[in-house]
């Protein structure tokens, strides 16, 4: 069936370094894609979004970059820190009406002091 | 900053037993939704509501669960007859159903054991 992964269950980086969290999708149908950061403890929280008829979106200190010709998407941390330290899931919407997400398995972010 | 809450943070129930599920969404968002996410696995999508109506739901939403807008603000998810599977963090979340983002707002979820 459909499905959104992840090729890194886990990254480490040093504190200040650039991260970069990867994320494969499978519907070439999809046309919205969301990074989210879940912290121990807690909910999924919205980071960062792209429309399908964009290849790269800037936010404050992210930038998302989609390759629809591979079904590839990553997320990219400038300077990371250790609140960075969490996992990170990649969700795709299915249906032209924002209902169904497909989440992907989620990176681990390790920020080493 | 608007948040959305779910009571309680963890719910322990026995096999059999019938547990609900509450979550207060934020107060001017539309579309509403319930997730689990099984130990160290994927957040996985259950099931939306919009409009007092199911708008969607995935296959693991079967007849044991339903989902309720009893008043203005709760939103509540019933597992009727529980299972040890059914183990997991729920987690509610809302969105303002922008045409132009569906970014959505998690609750801190609920944790679900049965035993």
């Known amino acids: 069936g459909e499905s959104v992964g992840l090729h890194l269950p886990t990254l480490s980086v040093q504190e200040g370094d650039n991260s970069i969290i990867n994320c494969a999708y499978s519907?070439?149908?999809?046309?919205?894609f969301i990074w989210y950061k879940q912290e121990s403890g807690k909910g999924p929280q919205f980071i960062i979004d792209i429309r399908s008829n964009m290849d790269k979106r800037q936010g404050q200190r992210v930038t998302v970059l989609l390759n629809k010709t591979v079904k590839h998407l990553s997320l990219q941390i400038a300077a990371t820190q250790p609140g960075d330290s969490a996992v990170y899931f990649c969700?795709?919407?299915?249906?032209?009406?924002?209902?169904?997400?497909?989440f992907g398995p989620g990176t681990r972010l390790s920020v080493l002091p | 900053e608007p948040e959305v809450t779910q009571t309680p943070s963890h719910q322990v129930t026995q096999m059999g037993q019938e547990v609900i599920l509450r979550c207060v969404p934020i107060?001017?968002?539309?579309?509403f939704y319930w997730y689990r996410q099984i130990l160290g696995q994927k957040v996985e999508f259950l099931v939306s509501?919009?409009?007092?109506?199911?708008?969607?739901k995935s296959e693991i939403f079967d007849d044991q669960f339903s989902v309720e807008r009893p008043d203005g603000s709760n939103f509540t998810l019933k597992i009727r007859s529980t299972k040890l599977e059914d183990s997991a963090m729920y987690f509610c979340?809302?969105?303002?159903?922008?045409?132009?983002?569906?970014?959505?707002?998690f609750g801190p979820g609920t944790r679900l054991t049965v035993t």
């Open positions: 969700a795709e919407i299915l249906d032209n009406y924002g209902q169904n997400f497909v």
């Open positions: 519907n070439s149908a999809s046309d919205y």
């Open positions: 509501f919009y409009n007092n109506e199911i708008s969607e």
């Open positions: 107060s001017n968002h539309l579309y």
């Open positions: 979340a809302s969105s303002g159903g922008s045409a132009t983002s569906y970014e959505q707002y």
